[in-house]
Nanobody
Framework: QLQLVESGGGLVQPGGSLRLSCAASGLTLKDYAIGWFRQAPGKERERVPLITNGDGNTFSRESRFTMTRDNAKNTVDLQMNSLKPEDTAVYYC????????????????WGQGIQVTVSS
């Protein structure tokens, strides 16, 4: 069964850090472009500004967030630093062999999402 599973979410204070992980079963993540997305209550889903294609290159407009692959574990991690209350959301990872589809939120595979809450 092909699936993605996020882990590592939880409650963190403003200014703190959190590391999310996207694990895959049934597919090899290094062969896929991966994107992280988030959705806050009452808001539309938005792409966390990081994406990586099969070459392992990352694209980011957000210096607080870093994305890395661990091919041995078949995971893609999202390191989030200097977190703000407005980062509170459910975070999802998405995978597709098409970078373009992942970039616009149309990736074939999605995780179930994990809650990140930034609050004092």
């Amino acid at each position: 069964q092909l699936q993605l599973v996020e882990s590592g979410g939880g409650l963190v204070q403003p200014g703190g850090s959190l590391r999310l992980s996207c694990a895959a079963s049934g597919l090899t993540l290094k062969d896929y472009a991966i994107g992280w997305f988030r959705q806050a209550p009452g808001k539309e889903r938005e792409r966390v500004p990081l994406i990586t294609n099969g070459d392992g290159n990352t694209f980011s407009r957000e210096s607080r967030f870093t994305m890395t692959r661990d091919n041995a574990k078949n995971t893609v991690d999202l390191q989030m630093n200097s977190l703000k209350p407005e980062d509170t959301a459910v975070y999802y990872c998405s995978a597709d062999q098409s970078l373009d589809l992942v970039a616009v939120g149309q990736g074939l595979y999605w995780g179930q999402g994990i809650q990140v809450t930034v609050s004092s």
